[in-house]
């Protein structure tokens, strides 16, 4: 099934908010800190908190969002607990976005291509390597050109995951490329007609949206009306709510005119409560009653998304 059929499924059944995973020992409840720095107790701690956040909104949320970089960080360990985390959301039946933002020439394109969505790797006749990095959808950077994606939307087409291209990011600083005009448009315009010409064709699904999604942030609700009209079909990815400054109810610029078409990535706001003394349980419970205090902010009730569990 298209990507994006099985992404507004999973959303029609739940919410557009997604659950952002980023994991900082300065910030998560205490009992999941590491009882020492060797690398079983770090694999241990950072595989303990992920499960613990997809255990409290596996039947809450659509998908996940892992941050890659704060598994990276912590070397070959945290790349062991993004396998073993990424594992354990595919067992409860959740979507996974891995945000990478990977953009090169096109043979190292493919590469990353392989690992993450192909899901693995020929390495002579007859002899193919698996990746346990492979999900359902990655974060790209188009800052390379239109023929640099080429690998990345063919590898999602053919093994239908999806992709979120960096169209107009949430960060303070993103209008000083991204709001730049040329030639009677800005760049985040120019990005944006390029997303919906690559997620054409074959990349459409039954819904009438693209594999091919984009970034969107929540900080620029003028500029996210603007580029849900350029970008008809496109799914957007909407950060920057929460710690970053953005408002939940702002993004409903990004959403079409049905209440589709766009999802809403929640980290630090959701995982990250202010008493890090909680139990399991009372973590857990905590994590529920912030995805469904998101989704009453939203204010999404109705034909468009049918609640079965809020």
């Known amino acids: 099934m298209n990507f994006a059929d099985r992404l507004l499924t999973r959303v029609a059944e739940t919410t557009p908010i997604v659950v952002g995973i980023d994991p900082n020992f300065?910030?998560?409840?205490?009992?999941?800190?590491?009882?020492?720095?060797?690398?079983?107790?770090?694999?241990?701690?950072?595989?303990?908190?992920?499960?613990?956040?997809?255990?409290?909104?596996?039947?809450?949320?659509?998908?996940?969002?892992?941050?890659?970089?704060?598994?990276?960080?912590?070397?070959?360990?945290?790349?062991?607990?993004?396998?073993?985390?990424?594992?354990?959301?595919?067992?409860?039946?959740?979507?996974?976005?891995?945000?990478?933002?990977?953009?090169?020439?096109?043979?190292?394109?493919?590469?990353?291509?392989?690992?993450?969505?192909?899901?693995?790797?020929?390495?002579?006749?007859?002899?193919?390597?698996?990746?346990?990095?492979?999900?359902?959808?990655?974060?790209?950077?188009?800052?390379?050109?239109?023929?640099?994606?080429?690998?990345?939307?063919?590898?999602?087409?053919?093994?239908?995951?999806?992709?979120?291209?960096?169209?107009?990011?949430?960060?303070?600083?993103?209008?000083?490329?991204?709001?730049r005009v040329i030639d009677g448009i800005s760049v985040s315009e120019r990005l944006a007609g390029m997303v919906e010409r690559l997620g054409a064709g074959k990349g459409i699904g039954k819904t009438g949206y693209s594999c091919v999604g984009a970034v969107v942030g929540a900080t620029y609700p003028a500029e996210a009306t603007r580029l849900r009209t350029l970008m008809p079909r496109t799914i957007h990815l909407v950060p920057g709510v929460g710690a970053q400054g953005g408002r939940i109810e702002t993004t409903k610029a990004n959403f079409d005119e049905r209440g589709m078409g766009a999802i809403i990535p929640i980290s630090r706001a959701i995982t990250y409560p202010s008493n890090r003394e909680l139990s399991s349980s009372e973590y857990q419970q905590a994590l529920g009653n912030a995805i469904k205090s998101y989704d009453r902010m939203l204010g999404h009730a109705g034909e468009a998304f049918p609640r079965t569990n809020m």
């Open 26 to 179: 300065n910030l998560m409840p205490k009992i999941f800190l590491p009882s020492s720095s060797s690398p079983t107790d770090v694999i241990d701690a950072l595989a303990g908190f992920s499960k613990a956040v997809i255990d409290g909104v596996h039947r809450l949320a659509p998908a996940l969002k892992f941050q890659s970089a704060y598994y990276e960080q912590y070397g070959s360990p945290g790349i062991t607990a993004l396998a073993q985390s990424i594992a354990y959301a595919k067992q409860k039946g959740l979507l996974i976005i891995l945000d990478v933002k990977r953009g090169d020439i096109g043979s190292t394109s493919d590469a990353y291509g392989r690992a993450y969505l192909a899901g693995y790797t020929e390495l002579a006749e007859g002899l193919r390597l698996t990746s346990d990095l492979a999900v359902d959808a990655i974060t790209v950077n188009p800052f390379l050109g239109e023929d640099t994606l080429r690998s990345f939307v063919d590898l999602a087409i053919e093994h239908e995951k999806g992709l979120f291209i960096l169209v107009k990011t949430s960060n303070p600083g993103s209008g000083m490329l991204q709001d």
